[in-house]
């Protein structure tokens, strides 16, 4: 699994771990309608990873990965939620797209605003 480049997986209903693309050199990640992801926190280890999209998955805890995460630059979610709310580790990378939350801190507008002025 050391040279896989991209991965996309969709509408897996049993409990989902993330862990072993750690050491992978994943560069695209699409996860579609998988409800049963055990963590998102181990994508901030998958050291080559530059773009993550996320489409009605399990409910994120928190973007703490984004801001460990050393080569990510897009990701965008939709029909996903951030519990947190916190979406200030988003205004690091270069491309963000979400539907807006009144939960969150920022509007997908803010962001790529915020974005466009660096």
Do not use: W
Not at 2 to 9: F, G, I, T, V
């Amino acid at each position: 699994m050391k040279c896989l480049r991209s991965l996309a997986l969709s509408n897996i209903s049993s409990k989902l771990s993330l862990e072993a693309l750690e050491n992978t050199r994943v560069e695209y990640l699409d996860l579609e309608a998988c409800r049963k992801i055990s963590s998102y926190g181990c994508l901030g280890k998958v050291k080559h990873l530059k773009t993550l999209l996320i489409g009605s998955c399990a409910r994120i805890e928190n973007l703490n990965f984004v801001s460990d995460s050393e080569s990510l630059e897009v990701f965008r979610f939709v029909n996903t939620r951030i519990a947190s709310g916190d979406l200030s580790p988003l205004l690091k990378l270069k491309e963000v797209a979400f539907f807006d939350n009144r939960d969150y801190s920022h509007t997908e507008e803010e962001i790529n605003a915020a974005i466009a002025r660096r």
